[in-house]
């Protein structure tokens, strides 16, 4: 059975669309004249016009063999198209989620067998098409170009690369993989996942029914991706619509003049966070001439509170500054935009200024304060749009540890409240003066002191008047009243859980395993030596008497952990692990009372 006969059984509400195009080689009546341009660009006209009026619905595409690279060419395509064409092409890749290619072969099938093979399988009789053969020769120019293209348009695309295990039987009695391992995966991509599927090429999209091993494999990595499609769309687009709006705007600029970005309103329940506060007072505003920029990274967790707390300290401080200039860094197009949009408001002499030009006149200016929010994106480099002057102040929230590069003796991590901060911030948020803060404290504790946990949870208990109840509440229905989005007007974007995943969606798959075993213990001190002692005794269970062994099923474990740590301890390769947790503010790292390497996780 095929997938499309299996997945509407596992999958009812999915619309489960089958696409096909000339895939042979060979043709009786005539050879295909079609490359893979044009394959590619017919898929993706298709495509767009049966979704024209559910363009936003999130795609999961499944593509086997030569359809891999068609479809790989068809979102290169997709992604190039013009933001503002009338026929929205891009819609497709904004609205992909995941991709599992099934034996698509990445680097050209190993001396063009798949090709001929293919050919050969349909009759002996038929005219080959020697471009598609070309094309699929290992390392050809078109199968580079399009990998080359590729990375750019599947950025934030979740892949699977399922290979095959067993050979394919061809002409001549020969049995050969057709695409091994190596060939099946893009080499680099450090966020896919690799499996493998116990069949040979031709057969494994097929199955014998819902209880085959391959297609359990396949449904599993499925479920898991649906589960996160709804707040993956929504990042999508709300990325997607960024860069819309920046085109819109940039091709209006030279008939119009320009407008910088209002300062961030502060919200009305904000809680003031002294400490914080005072740090940035003094690196933003030395007493004495300061000797380099001055400059201030806050950086933490999605959620704790960064942009609400520079807001707050602009807003107090802004006489300080001739010019405040607000800029959205969650994306290298919108700061270049932003960057533009400042310069050409200063007066009609600018209006053909570029970002680059901006930089060079705040390098002769005085008194200004340019700040970076949301500098999150791991690909993102700022100094280029640092103005080399020391007669200004840039101030940067991030949840890309990285960004503390930009000032090492001049950043704060921004995370937990104050027991004190905590209480004050649930009671202005749900409007009530309890006569005891017991009940309170004991919400703040459990919601690990995070600043937009505590503001939903206030606005839980402000609809609800319920605090003495909200605890039972929540640890009886915590993951929905997590992921509900229910701050309107609090100057919040999504939710908690929202929050975390933006930031676990970016981590490379070794870094989410580790976070996944870190989610099993206690948060506050996680041994370094657990995991060293456990890679060293090979992920063996403790024998406590000779004639009771681990179960055999201990062996498929030990090998998902050798895959995360190795089979050996290795101190550099743990740490460069550990790295990719904390460059994401997912995890921090301490010597415990006993001088012991240990870390540390969110209680949520």
């Not at 707040?231 to 687009?237: F, Y």
């Not at 309103?265 to 904000?270: E, G, L, M």
């Not at 609400?308 to 860094?329: G, Y």
């Not at 009609?348 to 200016?365: F, G, H, R």
Request: hydrophobic share 40%; with cysteine.
């Amino acid at each position: 059975m095929w997938l499309r006969d299996l997945l509407p059984h596992d999958f009812p509400n999915a619309r489960i669309l089958t696409y096909g195009y000339d895939a042979n080689t060979r043709s009786f009546a005539q050879m295909s004249t079609q490359n893979i341009f044009r394959h590619a660009e017919a898929f993706a006209e298709d495509l767009s016009t049966l979704r024209r009026k559910h363009s936003q619905r999130p795609i999961i595409f499944l593509a086997h063999s030569l359809g891999g690279i068609i479809l790989k060419r068809a979102l290169v395509i997709c992604h190039g198209d013009d933001l503002e064409a009338e026929r929205n092409l891009r819609d497709i890749p904004a609205s992909t989620i995941a991709i599992l290619f099934f034996g698509t072969p990445h680097s050209g099938a190993n001396g063009v067998q798949l090709a001929e093979w293919m050919g050969r399988l349909l009759s002996v009789y038929m005219y080959t098409n020697n471009q598609v053969l070309k094309d699929l020769d290992r390392d050809s120019s078109e199968l580079e170009n399009i990998q080359r293209l590729y990375f750019a348009a599947s950025k934030r695309v979740n892949t699977i690369f399922f290979y095959e295990e067993y050979r394919t039987p061809t002409l001549g009695g020969l049995r050969e993989l057709i695409v091994p391992r190596h060939l099946a995966v893009i080499q680099g991509d450090s966020k896919a996942r690799v499996a493998v599927l116990h069949a040979n090429h031709c057969e494994m999209v097929k199955f014998t029914g819902k209880g085959d091993h391959n297609y359990q494999k396949v449904v599993d990595y499925l479920s898991e991706l649906m589960e996160k499609a709804p707040t993956k769309i929504q990042e999508n687009w709300i990325r997607e619509n960024e860069y819309r709006s920046i085109a819109k705007r940039q091709s209006s600029l030279a008939s119009q003049s320009s407008v910088p970005k209002p300062r961030i309103p502060v919200s009305r329940s904000y809680i003031r966070r002294p400490h914080l506060h005072s740090f940035l007072t003094r690196k933003l505003l030395p007493i004495s001439r300061p000797e380099q920029q001055p400059r201030c990274i806050l950086h933490g967790l999605g959620g704790g509170g960064k942009t609400q707390l520079a807001a707050f300290w602009i807003e107090e401080n802004q006489d300080k500054f001739n010019r405040v200039i607000v800029i959205d860094a969650s994306s290298q197009q919108q700061v270049e935009a932003d960057l533009e949009t400042v310069i050409r408001s200063i007066g009609p002499q600018y209006i053909k200024a570029t970002w680059k030009d901006a930089v060079n006149y705040l390098s002769s200016e005085r008194g200004w304060l340019l700040f970076f929010d949301n500098a999150d994106e791991p690909d993102l480099r700022l100094d280029e749009y640092l103005p080399n002057s020391i007669h200004g102040a840039v101030l940067v929230t991030t949840r890309n540890r990285g960004c503390i590069s930009y000032a090492p003796d001049s950043h704060i991590q921004v995370g937990q409240l104050k027991e004190n901060e905590a209480i004050d911030l649930l009671h202005k948020v749900a409007d009530i003066t309890p006569s005891s803060k017991d009940a309170t404290l004991a919400i703040a504790r459990e919601l690990g002191m995070w600043a937009l946990a505590i503001t939903q949870a206030g606005a839980y208990i402000f609809k609800t008047r319920s605090l003495d109840t909200y605890l039972a509440t929540f640890q009886k229905h915590r993951e929905k009243m997590m992921r509900e989005a229910s701050l309107k007007g609090r100057n919040y974007q999504g939710s908690t859980y929202t929050a975390f995943d933006l930031s676990f969606g970016l981590l490379p798959q070794r870094a989410k395993d580790l976070m996944k075993i870190c989610a099993f213990l206690h948060y506050s001190s996680i041994p370094q030596a657990l995991f060293e002692q456990s890679t060293v005794s090979g992920f063996r269970a403790y024998k406590v008497i000779e004639s009771l062994p681990p179960p055999r099923g201990d062996d498929a474990a030990i090998l998902g952990l050798k895959d995360i740590f190795g089979s050996e301890w290795d101190p550099f390769t743990f740490q460069t692990l550990v790295d990719s947790v904390a460059r994401r503010s997912l995890l921090d790292s301490f010597t415990n009372d006993d001088g012991e390497a240990s870390y540390s996780i969110h209680p949520l």
